[in-house]
């Protein structure tokens, strides 16, 4: 059985305001040129296909379109598509029924009362055991490895078993997740690698961004990682994982095929250190006029950025074609005090306003009484949201 692994797609991601469709649709057309090449038995996409819950129509429409090329170049093609942490998992499952008939299976909840339903035969190739995004106080224990006991079971051909699950696996590399860009993996929930169990050959793994194998005794886990970045640090490769494997109990033979076509996320100085102001306004002008990709400026100030700097900044990238989308100001002196970090208890009895205010410190913005009487009232909205006022 070949597979193609992919996942945390992200569709619909804004980057501080700046959309990403068209670094998207490259990547994807990449997919389907890989598709088309390769002609796996199956597509995994492995969760955070969407970047929140509730994604933008043309996302929605871009995903749709993109399953009828990805069939389209690989007649015969099963798609399995599990739903992460930033999807909605009942959403994930509206079209579930009729998507069916064209052999995508959308898998968005844990159904412990049909195990059958995780489970899909790829008929004389091998076992695809798909489980959504989970919580571990919501999965029972024992689940996963009695679907691949049933697997076990039904596969006396001994064809190999694929486990798609989307989670953070204890020991994982979280390179790439720091929370510069307000976008966190949270190690807190880490899954032990021993909750999948044993009947599997190699576990395709969404939710970590960087690639990566977890070696398992005979068995393989693997993020395939990001296919485009989805924040300035995960400055590593972006690819997706080509699997293939024979029997079960065989170790998997894992290739990449490249997928980053879009613009790259380039942080300036291209160290990642904070460089003052002036000096990075300066690389900034400098920077080539010919490179289309996202900026992130890393600035060293001694107090507060001032406030005209974001359009002196902007000024300088007049004529090129980057785009410069944040500028990230570390102050001087937190830099001498070393930053202090919360505790998830702290985190937990800190109202949003709190969180906020130490946010803001970090940012070197200052926490005005205007800036927290506005915070305050877009937290007081969002509450009257939450109760259906
Ligand atoms: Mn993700």
């Known amino acids: 059985m070949k597979v193609i692994h992919t996942g945390d797609w992200h569709l619909g991601h804004q980057l501080y305001g700046f959309d990403r469709e068209r670094d998207h649709r490259r990547m994807l057309d990449a997919l389907v040129e890989t598709v088309a090449a390769e002609r796996p038995d199956a597509l995994l996409i492995a969760g955070d296909i969407f970047h929140t819950p509730n994604p933008p129509a043309s996302a929605q429409r871009l995903f749709a379109e993109s399953l009828v090329r990805f069939l389209d ?25 009729l998507m069916l008939r064209q052999n995508v299976h959308l898998i968005g909840t844990t159904d412990t009362s049909d195990p059958s339903s995780h489970i899909i035969e790829i008929e004389g190739k091998g076992w695809i055991i798909a489980v959504p995004f989970t919580h571990r106080r919501n999965l029972p224990e024992g689940f996963i490895p009695s679907l691949t006991e049933s697997v076990a079971a039904r596969n006396a051909a001994s064809l190999p078993v694929v486990l798609m699950a989307h989670t953070t696996v204890t020991g994982a ?53 990001t ?58 002008r400098d920077y080539p006029d010919d490179i289309e990709s996202l900026l ?16 002196r900044a902007r000024a300088a990238t007049e004529g090129k074609l980057c785009t410069l ?65």
Do not use: W
């Open 296 to 311: 992130r400026l890393n600035v060293l100030v001694d107090g507060f950025l001032p406030p005209e700097a974001m359009s």
């Open 227 to 284: 296919p485009v970045p989805v924040s300035f640090d995960e400055t590593f490769s972006h690819s997706v994982s080509i699997v293939s494997t024979e029997r079960h109990g065989e170790k998997p033979a894992i290739r990449c095929a490249q997928t980053d076509a879009g613009r790259p996320l380039i942080t300036l100085p291209a160290d990642g250190k904070p460089a003052p102001f002036e000096d990075a306004l300066a690389m900034l």
């Open 325 to 389: 989308c944040t500028i990230s100001a570390e102050r001087v002196s937190a830099k001498e005090s070393g930053p202090k970090e919360m505790s998830v208890q702290e985190f937990r009895e800190a109202s949003p306003t709190d969180v906020f205010a130490r946010y803001a410190a970090d940012c070197g913005v200052e926490m005005t009484d205007e800036l927290r009487s506005m915070f305050d009232e877009a937290i007081e909205s969002l509450n009257d949201e939450e109760d259906g006022k």
């Open 173 to 225: 590399d979280l390179t790439g997740h720091e929370d510069r860009d307000g976008f966190t993996a949270g190690g807190i929930d880490a899954t032990g690698i021993d909750t999948f169990g044993e009947g599997y050959d190699y576990l395709a793994l969404g939710h970590i961004h960087k690639p990566q194998t977890i070696e398992n005794g005979q068995r393989t886990a693997r993020y395939s990682g």
């Open 73 to 97: 170049a690989a007649p015969g093609l099963v798609i399995v598509a599990i739903a992460g942490n930033h999807d909605s998992g009942s959403r994930h499952e509206i079209f579930r029924s």
